[in-house]
Protein backbone atom coordinates (compact mmCIF):
# COMPACT_ATOMS: atom_id res chain seq x y z
CA UNK A 1 0.00 0.00 0.00
CA UNK A 2 1.86 3.51 -0.95
CA UNK A 3 -1.07 5.56 -0.39
CA UNK A 4 0.40 6.32 3.08
CA UNK A 5 -2.40 5.57 5.41
CA UNK A 6 -0.63 2.49 6.92
CA UNK A 7 -2.60 -0.22 5.69
CA UNK A 8 -5.68 0.92 8.07
CA UNK A 9 -8.94 1.04 6.16
CA UNK A 10 -10.40 4.56 6.00
CA UNK A 11 -14.01 3.99 7.51
CA UNK A 12 -16.64 6.86 6.38
CA UNK A 13 -19.45 7.57 9.78
CA UNK A 14 -22.26 9.91 9.84
CA UNK A 15 -26.30 10.63 9.70
CA UNK A 16 -28.30 8.86 6.88
CA UNK A 17 -28.14 11.35 3.57
CA UNK A 18 -24.64 12.49 3.93
CA UNK A 19 -23.39 10.91 1.11
CA UNK A 20 -20.96 7.80 2.82
CA UNK A 21 -21.54 5.91 -0.07
CA UNK A 22 -20.94 7.74 -2.85
CA UNK A 23 -18.18 10.20 -1.35
CA UNK A 24 -16.56 6.51 -0.53
CA UNK A 25 -16.50 5.68 -3.67
CA UNK A 26 -15.10 8.51 -5.45
CA UNK A 27 -12.48 8.45 -2.47
CA UNK A 28 -11.75 4.74 -2.85
CA UNK A 29 -11.34 5.67 -6.84
CA UNK A 30 -9.02 8.43 -5.89
CA UNK A 31 -6.88 5.84 -3.74
CA UNK A 32 -6.80 3.03 -5.73
CA UNK A 33 -8.98 1.23 -2.94
CA UNK A 34 -11.55 -1.28 -3.26
CA UNK A 35 -14.60 0.31 -1.83
CA UNK A 36 -17.32 -1.37 -0.18
CA UNK A 37 -20.30 -0.93 2.01
CA UNK A 38 -22.01 -2.22 4.93
CA UNK A 39 -25.83 -1.61 3.72
CA UNK A 40 -24.93 -3.28 0.72
CA UNK A 41 -22.99 -5.97 2.03
CA UNK A 42 -26.40 -6.38 4.42
CA UNK A 43 -28.78 -6.49 1.20
CA UNK A 44 -26.66 -9.23 -0.35
CA UNK A 45 -26.32 -11.43 2.98
CA UNK A 46 -30.27 -11.02 4.06
CA UNK A 47 -32.17 -8.81 1.19
CA UNK A 48 -33.45 -5.24 1.40
CA UNK A 49 -33.51 -3.36 4.95
CA UNK A 50 -36.90 -2.55 4.89
CA UNK A 51 -38.35 -5.69 4.78
CA UNK A 52 -36.22 -7.24 7.12
CA UNK A 53 -37.20 -3.94 9.23
CA UNK A 54 -40.83 -5.32 9.42
CA UNK A 55 -39.60 -9.58 9.65
CA UNK A 56 -37.20 -9.22 12.47
CA UNK A 57 -37.28 -5.75 14.12
CA UNK A 58 -34.14 -3.28 14.69
CA UNK A 59 -32.58 -5.20 16.93
CA UNK A 60 -31.95 -7.88 15.17
CA UNK A 61 -31.12 -5.64 11.82
CA UNK A 62 -28.23 -4.16 14.33
CA UNK A 63 -27.17 -7.42 15.28
CA UNK A 64 -26.76 -8.85 12.08
CA UNK A 65 -25.14 -5.14 11.03
CA UNK A 66 -22.84 -5.56 13.69
CA UNK A 67 -21.83 -8.80 11.70
CA UNK A 68 -21.35 -7.26 8.34
CA UNK A 69 -19.37 -4.07 9.64
CA UNK A 70 -16.64 -6.54 11.46
CA UNK A 71 -16.30 -8.83 8.81
CA UNK A 72 -15.82 -5.29 6.29
CA UNK A 73 -13.39 -4.02 8.37
CA UNK A 74 -11.10 -7.38 8.56
CA UNK A 75 -10.88 -6.86 4.81
CA UNK A 76 -6.79 -8.17 3.91
CA UNK A 77 -6.52 -5.20 1.47
CA UNK A 78 -7.32 -1.52 2.91
CA UNK A 79 -10.31 -0.45 1.61
CA UNK A 80 -12.78 2.66 2.16
CA UNK A 81 -15.85 1.53 3.97
CA UNK A 82 -19.05 3.27 4.37
CA UNK A 83 -21.04 2.59 7.29
CA UNK A 84 -24.96 2.47 7.95
CA UNK A 85 -25.77 5.57 9.31
CA UNK A 86 -26.84 3.41 12.60
CA UNK A 87 -23.66 1.30 12.83
CA UNK A 88 -21.89 3.52 15.43
CA UNK A 89 -24.73 2.59 18.08
CA UNK A 90 -23.54 -0.64 18.30
CA UNK A 91 -20.16 -0.37 21.40
CA UNK A 92 -18.63 -3.21 19.81
CA UNK A 93 -18.68 -1.74 16.54
CA UNK A 94 -16.72 1.42 17.91
CA UNK A 95 -14.33 -0.64 19.69
CA UNK A 96 -13.07 -1.74 16.47
CA UNK A 97 -13.11 1.84 14.85
CA UNK A 98 -10.05 2.42 17.09
CA UNK A 99 -7.65 0.75 14.61
CA UNK A 100 -8.95 2.86 11.27
CA UNK A 101 -9.24 6.06 10.00
CA UNK A 102 -12.84 6.94 10.74
CA UNK A 103 -13.90 10.18 8.82
CA UNK A 104 -17.79 11.54 9.35
CA UNK A 105 -19.73 12.96 6.73
CA UNK A 106 -21.65 15.75 8.65
CA UNK A 107 -24.51 17.33 7.43
CA UNK A 108 -27.10 20.26 8.37
CA UNK A 109 -31.11 19.42 8.92
CA UNK A 110 -31.44 21.57 5.41
CA UNK A 111 -29.61 19.39 3.79
CA UNK A 112 -31.21 15.88 5.02
CA UNK A 113 -33.98 17.97 3.81
CA UNK A 114 -32.96 18.32 0.33
CA UNK A 115 -31.39 14.54 0.15
CA UNK A 116 -33.65 12.36 2.34
CA UNK A 117 -37.38 13.26 0.98
CA UNK A 118 -39.80 11.11 2.33
CA UNK A 119 -37.24 9.27 3.48
CA UNK A 120 -39.14 5.77 2.06
CA UNK A 121 -36.03 3.77 1.91
CA UNK A 122 -35.06 4.31 5.78
CA UNK A 123 -37.55 2.41 8.08
CA UNK A 124 -35.76 3.68 10.91
CA UNK A 125 -37.39 7.66 9.80
CA UNK A 126 -40.99 6.17 10.01
CA UNK A 127 -43.90 8.51 9.11
CA UNK A 128 -42.69 11.59 10.05
CA UNK A 129 -38.92 11.83 8.67
CA UNK A 130 -37.50 14.79 8.76
CA UNK A 131 -38.45 15.20 12.77
CA UNK A 132 -37.15 11.79 13.21
CA UNK A 133 -34.01 12.32 11.49
CA UNK A 134 -33.21 15.83 13.85
CA UNK A 135 -33.83 13.19 16.72
CA UNK A 136 -31.74 10.48 15.38
CA UNK A 137 -29.32 12.68 14.67
CA UNK A 138 -29.37 14.68 18.06
CA UNK A 139 -28.98 10.88 19.43
CA UNK A 140 -26.18 9.77 17.39
CA UNK A 141 -24.01 12.98 16.90
CA UNK A 142 -21.76 12.48 20.14
CA UNK A 143 -21.07 8.72 18.58
CA UNK A 144 -19.89 9.89 15.33
CA UNK A 145 -17.87 12.82 16.48
CA UNK A 146 -16.14 10.73 19.46
CA UNK A 147 -15.31 8.17 16.66
CA UNK A 148 -14.06 10.38 14.13
CA UNK A 149 -10.50 11.33 13.36
CA UNK A 150 -11.93 13.70 11.10
CA UNK A 151 -15.09 15.83 10.45
CA UNK A 152 -15.86 16.66 6.98
CA UNK A 153 -18.92 19.04 6.37
CA UNK A 154 -20.75 17.77 2.78
CA UNK A 155 -22.47 20.68 2.57
CA UNK A 156 -21.92 22.30 -0.98
CA UNK A 157 -18.68 20.96 -2.66
CA UNK A 158 -19.38 18.64 -5.26
CA UNK A 159 -18.73 14.60 -4.67
CA UNK A 160 -15.27 14.39 -6.27
CA UNK A 161 -14.18 18.44 -4.46
CA UNK A 162 -15.45 16.29 -1.21
CA UNK A 163 -12.88 13.46 -1.76
CA UNK A 164 -10.04 15.43 -1.79
CA UNK A 165 -10.91 17.27 1.46
CA UNK A 166 -11.05 14.03 2.85
CA UNK A 167 -7.48 12.99 1.28
CA UNK A 168 -6.12 16.09 2.45
CA UNK A 169 -7.47 16.15 5.94
CA UNK A 170 -6.66 12.78 6.57
C1 LIG B 1 -29.90 3.39 9.10
C2 LIG B 1 -29.23 3.91 8.00
C3 LIG B 1 -29.22 3.23 6.70
C4 LIG B 1 -29.42 1.72 6.85
C5 LIG B 1 -30.64 1.44 7.68
C6 LIG B 1 -30.57 2.08 9.07
C7 LIG B 1 -29.87 4.17 10.35
O1 LIG B 1 -27.98 3.50 6.08
O2 LIG B 1 -28.30 1.11 7.44
O3 LIG B 1 -31.75 1.90 6.97
O4 LIG B 1 -30.27 3.66 11.40
O5 LIG B 1 -29.40 5.33 10.32
P1 LIG B 1 -27.59 4.95 5.42
O6 LIG B 1 -26.93 5.77 6.47
O7 LIG B 1 -26.62 4.55 4.35
O8 LIG B 1 -28.85 5.54 4.89
Do not use: C
Request: hydrophobic share 40%; charged share 25%.
Amino acid sequence: DDDGFEGRNIVLIGPMGSGKSTVGSALARRLGRPHVDSDQFFVARHGAIPEYFLAHGEAAFRAEEERVVADLLDSPRPSVVSLGGGAVLSAATRGLLRGHLVVMLDMSLEQAHRRIGDGSTRPVLGEHPMQRWAEVYAEREPLYRGAADVVIDSADATVPQRAVTIVEAL
